[in-house]
């Protein structure tokens, strides 16, 4: 069978535009059976490619390497290993995706990007639908934006991404009352969306953009209204937000991810593992974060010097490949927009989190790989055997299958528990293990059924419960030692199991893990005072 270019733009397109819309369409999930079925689909892709084409190692693909190489590095040392695990398989989609697309020329990437632009159109008629029919609850009150996302920042995020990319199509000529329509459709979806930083960053791209366009009188008065918006939004952020809690707390989060990247200074204390860290090295009380709110602060944390070198590498290809576009003088407009887009993204990341969201980061790598050109020959004779490619994908589907069924048996076992099948709940957890050893969580469930059947039966056969509750729960917290919450537990255990001593010391390692939060220190004077 041959396979030649000709086959590739067709391929590479429907399988990243299927991959985009799957993205979102899951809702800017972090479910991992999601992100494993995005992977695969993207695998298989990269498998093609790497098959059916010959191509030379340039700075842009070396410096993807680099960047998943020393985030791989940050799983070895880390405590919670599950957490870097589903991380790594995201990113690995993303940069993938990102590879892929850069096999397309300049023509077919726009045809791509076409998604991207539609799915913002999207999301923008959701927000407006929604703010029409509920504008009571669209900021406060409403948990509609947890079953799109965390927050609406998340989509806002998006949504300035993808932004730029209209002013692409608006060059084109074609269509373009469409797209100027579109892109102020999209435009007043972000102010709603209220998140500031976004709202400032389209401003100024806005400006960047019509003032190609600055000769129109029209376009003037655009352009003066624009920069007076963006200097009162400025005045805003700056003075009456300055003093906000929401300032304060990001100081504190940057403050916590510094004394986690001193302590795990080369490879970082794994890849996604701030959150499980934060409680233990904040450095004073203050709202509960998943993330560091600064790209850079949270990879110098979690992959360490090694990892945020690779990142680094990867944007001064970005860049040197901007200058070398430019200067060729092919496509300026293309590529400036794509410029404006990735350091748009950058830029809200130094206050957000926005690209640790599995569908931003696949969409992040997308765009930032329209940057690049993968010249690649077409080749008559498959480059690698086929069975190879087979035999390490289908181990690879075996590996990350494993945790997916494993998740099945917890899910199970957690049924039963909450019926009182303790016995039955144990057997499933046990299952969950065989499949998933890393996982913290599932010894900590058998160590609560355990205590459950101890607790229904205080006599000497209990006792074996007993000191399988304990046995259970010391097991993940090896996995999770960070877990305050896991040596409250062991506390608990110890405690109704008549052992005062060894429950004043777990909680005293809990107080320690989680040195503000009170439960801590009065469940230790009510054991201490028993």
Request: hydrophobic share 50%; charged share 15%.
């Amino acid at each position: 069978m041959l396979h030649t270019e000709k086959s590739n733009p067709v391929i590479i397109s429907f399988a990243l535009s299927a991959v985009m819309v799957i993205s979102i369409l899951s809702k800017f999930s972090f479910i991992f059976p999601i992100q494993v079925a995005i992977f695969l689909f993207v695998l298989l892709l990269f498998f093609y490619l790497v098959n059916t084409n010959k191509f030379n190692f340039n700075f842009y693909i070396i410096s993807l390497i680099l960047f998943l190489v020393t985030c791989c590095l940050s799983y070895i040392n880390a405590d919670f290993k599950v957490n870097v695990r589903d991380y790594l398989v995201i990113l690995s989609s993303a940069l993938m995706a990102g590879f892929s697309f850069s096999f397309l020329s300049v023509e077919w990437k726009k045809k791509v990007l076409f998604v991207p632009l539609f799915i913002s159109l999207w999301l923008a008629m959701i927000l407006f639908t929604r703010f029409v029919t509920n504008p009571q609850g669209f900021f406060y009150g409403d948990n509609f934006y947890e079953t799109m996302a965390l927050n609406i920042n998340i989509i806002a995020g998006f949504l300035a991404l993808v932004y730029p990319l209209f002013f692409i199509f608006i060059k084109e000529k074609k269509n373009t009352k469409v797209y100027v329509a579109m892109m102020i459709f999209v435009l007043f979806a972000i102010f709603l969306t209220k998140c500031r930083i976004v709202v400032l960053l389209s401003t100024i791209s806005t400006i960047i953009f019509l003032f190609e366009y600055r000769k129109n009188k029209f376009i003037k008065v655009l352009i003066v209204l624009s920069i007076l918006l963006l200097i009162s939004g400025i005045g805003y952020f700056s003075f009456l937000k300055a003093a906000s809690n929401s300032v304060a707390d990001r100081i504190v989060w940057w403050k916590t991810a510094y004394l986690i990247f001193k302590e795990n200074m080369f490879f970082g204390c794994g890849l996604g593992n701030y959150m499980t860290l934060f409680k233990t090295f904040r450095p004073e009380l203050v709202v509960n974060t998943l993330y560091t709110h600064n790209i850079f602060l949270e990879l110098l944390a979690e992959v360490g010097i090694v990892g945020l070198f690779g990142f680094v590498v990867l944007l001064v290809s970005f860049y040197k490949r901007f200058v070398e576009n430019i200067l060729k003088g092919e496509d300026k407009s293309f590529y400036i927009y794509i410029a404006i887009s990735v350091t748009s993204f950058i830029v809200i990341n130094f206050v957000d989190y926005n690209f640790f969201v599995p569908a931003n980061m696949i969409f992040f790598f997308i765009i930032f790989s329209s940057m690049f050109h993968v010249e690649n020959k077409g080749r008559e004779k498959i480059k690698i055997n086929s069975y190879i490619c087979l035999a390490v994908y289908v181990a690879i589907v075996i590996l990350l299958a494993r945790p997916i069924i494993a998740n099945n048996y917890y899910k199970k076992g957690i049924g039963f528990y909450v019926s009182g099948y303790y016995k039955v709940a144990i057997e499933e957890f046990n299952k969950a293990i065989k499949f998933d050893k890393n996982n913290p969580e599932y010894y900590a469930q058998v160590s609560r059924s355990y205590f459950a059947l101890y607790d229904k039966e205080r006599n000497e056969k209990g006792q074996v419960y007993a000191d399988k509750s304990i046995e259970y729960m010391q097991k993940a917290i090896k996995l999770n030692k960070y877990a305050a919450q896991l040596r409250a537990s062991l506390a608990a255990v110890y405690w109704n199991n008549g052992k005062k001593e060894e429950a004043l010391e777990a909680i005293q390692e809990a107080m320690k893990y989680d040195k503000y939060d009170p439960y801590y220190e009065e469940y230790y004077y009510q054991i201490k005072n028993s």
